[in-house]
C-alpha cells in the first residue's frame, strides 16, 4: 500500500530537469534536410502524441491557436498541414524564434498570458491546442473559460492526471477531484498548481462552457481530452419536438444576461413522462454551440433544464433550443446577452396599485402589487436589465411589457407603511423619482418574525444599476 511518504515522493520525481539541461530542447524536430534535432521527447513521442489528437491531416483554412508551444513542434505540424497557426506563451523563447526562422514558418508568435486571450481582440480559432498547460494554471477553470470562448470546434486538453494508471483499467473516484501543490511539491517547481484526476479534467473541460469531453488517451501520467464546442454523434430525429414554452436567468425573470456574471439559463419545455430525462440524454444549443446541462428537474409546470451560457457571446441578441434523446430540435426561443446602455431617460408616468388600480398608492391589504407606466424603455425591457427601486430598495419586476410600457412589481416586506419614494433603472440609465403612499403592515419576513415588533421606520438604502 502506497503510503504519504511514498506519494510526496512520487509527486516530486521530475526526470525532465536534467534532461532538458542536457538537450537543450523539449521537443525534437526533424529538418526539411533531414537532419534531426533531439530533444526530451524523441520524435516517436510526439508522433504518437500527436495522432492521440485525432486532428485532420489536411487542415487548409482553419485558424488554430497553440497555448504554451514551447519549442514550437506542434504548432510548425499544424502549419505543415496547411492551418493558419497563432501560437501565444508568458514567456518568449529563443528555441521557438530560431527554429521559427529555420523553418522559414508564418507561424504569429505572440507573448501573451492565456488569461489575456480574448475574441473582441484576437478573433476566434477552429482548433486550439491546450498542451500540457492546465496543471500549471493557477486558474484552471478561468483559463479554460478563457480558451472556450475563443475555440469554435475542438480544443485538445493533455496534460497530467494522478490516475492515470487506474482509468487506464477503468478505475475512477466516485466524485472529481484535482491535488493542490502550494509549494513545490510537484515536480519540484513552483508552476504546478494542480493536479486533477481524469474525470476531472472531463468535469473542468463541460464546466467551462464546452458541449462536452471526449477522452482520446490515457497513460500512466497524462490524459488527452478533446473538448467539443458542438455536440457530436447525437442520436437521430425520431419523434416530435420539445416544445419550450419559457427561458429565463436563474436569478431573475427576465432574459438579459450579463457575461460577467455567473448566470445561468433556466429553459421550460413540456414534459408527460413521470420523471425527469437522463442529463446524458440532454441536448441544449445556444447559438449554435452545444453547453453540457447542469440538471433536470421535474417541476409542476414542467422541465426545467439549467445550463449555464457559454464564454465568448457576442454582445446582443441570441437564441436557445433543445433536444432530448430522438427527438427533433424545439423552436428557438431568444435572450440578450451585455445589451449596451441606452440614451433614453426611463420616467415613471402613472403608478397605481396592482389591485385596486388607485392611483399613487399601493396597499399591502392587497398584496403589495405596484403596477408602473413608463416611458422610456427599450424594445428588449425584461426583469433582466430593469430595477424598480423603492426608497432605493431594488425590486425585479415580476412583469415588463416594452409594447405598452407597463411593470409590475411586488413590493419588498421590507416597504413600510408611508411616504415611498419610486424610481426606474434600465439598461444603466436611471429616471426621475415619483413619490408614492404605502398602506396597510408588510408580512413579517419569514424566519424573522420575532424581529417584527422592533422593525425600523425605514431599511437603509442598497443602490443597484441594471
Known sequence: METDNDLLAKRRENHTRGALAEAGLYHSFRLDDGVVLHGVLSLELLEARLAAFQLPLDLTGRRVLDVGPWDGYFAFEMERRGADVTAIDYVDLDTFRALHHALKSRVDYRRLDVYEIDPKIHGTYDIVLFLGVLYHLKHPLLALEKICAVTTDVCIVDGFVIDGESARQGIQPPVPFVEFYEHDELGGQLDNWFGPTVGA??????????????????????????????????????????????????????????????????????????????????????????????ACTLTSIGLLISLRVPPGLATGIHSARLKIGNSRWSDPLEFYVDLPPIDAIPAIILAQDGIQWLPDEVDWGSGGWLSLWVSGLSAQADPGNTIVEINGIPHSPDKVIPESGQINVKLRPLILPGSCEVRLCHRGQFGPTKTIQVKGQPPAIRGLEALEANAPETYPQVHARR
Do not use: M
Open 201 to 294: 479534467v472531463e468535469s473542468l473541460v463541460r464546466a467551462a462552457g464546452f458541449a462536452s469531453a471526449e477522452v482520446l488517451r490515457i497513460t500512466p501520467t497524462t490524459a488527452t481530452v478533446a473538448a467539443h464546442r458542438k455536440w457530436k454523434n447525437l442520436p437521430p430525429d425520431e419523434e416530435d419536438a420539445v416544445k419550450l414554452f419559457g427561458l429565463n436567468c436563474h436569478a431573475h425573470a427576465g432574459k438579459s444576461f450579463q457575461s460577467h456574471k455567473e448566470e445561468y439559463i433556466a429553459l421550460w419545455c413540456d414534459w408527460k413522462a413521470g420523471t425527469a430525462p437522463p442529463l446524458n440524454s440532454v441536448f441544449p444549443e445556444v447559438s449554435g454551440y452545444g453547453v453540457a446541462p447542469l
